[in-house]
């Protein structure tokens, strides 16, 4: 942006996100849980869409942690190539430290490890468990900051007013997730979440035909549709008088 405000060129920026996973009481149990194996494991959690700070409602969690749980002690860490594996490694081993160093922080803190949180050398220097931790305060660097690894950061709410004022608590907004089956709660906290990209009772929710794009820090413009093809085009208005 300072590189192109000299000659005032457009940028159209994609800058990553730290998104929220809230879970209502009301919510399909199962529904959930699978939404957030897709948003979270997938590619190690390495996507900018990834779910990193997972919100659930206080009534919920010990099930909500159960069940994803169970499904998280089934992915099999290993090489790509290998037949049975369904997660690979980091992408550094720098970034097998960084993740390390902030689940140990987290923990340091109060929070409490449910699953994983080591390190698998044994497989390689850029193998990390698939990890789940609760009890995560708002203000550790394991909630503030993308992880960009996989781990689940949970924390609890009990009122529908504090999970959205958690998920907006931060200066990005690419993707958010939420799941319940109340069609009023849909459009009001749809409505109300800071992000350019919102998934309902669903975790994978990238599409080349459907807009691509955060608000706040986490960039300008979008990519894909129509409205992709419009960051680099110009409108030109003509009057004719014959």
């Keep these: ?21 809230i879970v209502f009481d009301d919510a399909d149990m199962d529904q959930a849980v699978d939404a957030a194996m897709s948003s979270k494991f ?14 659930i409602h206080h009534s919920v969690e010990e099930e909500f942690i159960s069940k994803l749980s169970k499904q998280v002690s089934q992915i099999q860490v290993g ?12 992408i550094t081993k720098t970034s097998v430290s960084n993740i390390k160093e902030k689940v140990d922080k987290a923990l ?21 468990e698939p990890t789940i931790v609760q009890n995560v305060k708002p203000s550790s660097l394991l909630w503030c900051t993308e ?36 069609a009023e ?36 413009g979008r990519e894909g549709s129509a409205a992709g093809i419009a960051e680099y085009l110009e409108t030109k208005y003509m009057y004719l008088n014959l």
């Design 79 to 90: 090489h790509g190539m290998k037949e049975g594996v369904t997660m690979g490694p980091v």
């Design 1 to 21: 942006m300072k590189m192109s405000s000299d000659t005032v060129k457009r940028v159209s920026l994609e800058l990553g996100g730290n998104a929220a996973f």
């Design 147 to 182: 992880t960009f690894g996989p781990v689940v950061a949970i924390t609890t709410f009990d009122t529908e007013e504090e999970a959205i004022e958690l998920a907006n608590d931060t200066t990005s907004g690419l993707a958010s997730y939420f799941c319940t089956k109340d």
């Design 42 to 55: 997938r590619n190690a959690g390495q996507t900018c869409v990834c779910a990193d700070r997972f919100l």
């Design 108 to 128: 340091s803190e109060g929070a409490e490890l449910a699953f994983g949180g080591s390190p698998l050398p044994e497989l390689g220097p850029n193998f990390f």
């Design 185 to 220: 709660r849909i459009f009001r906290v749809a409505g109300r979440l800071e992000n350019g990209i919102i998934g309902i009772n669903a975790g994978i929710i990238s599409s080349a035909s459907a807009p691509f794009g955060g608000v706040k820090e986490s960039g300008l």
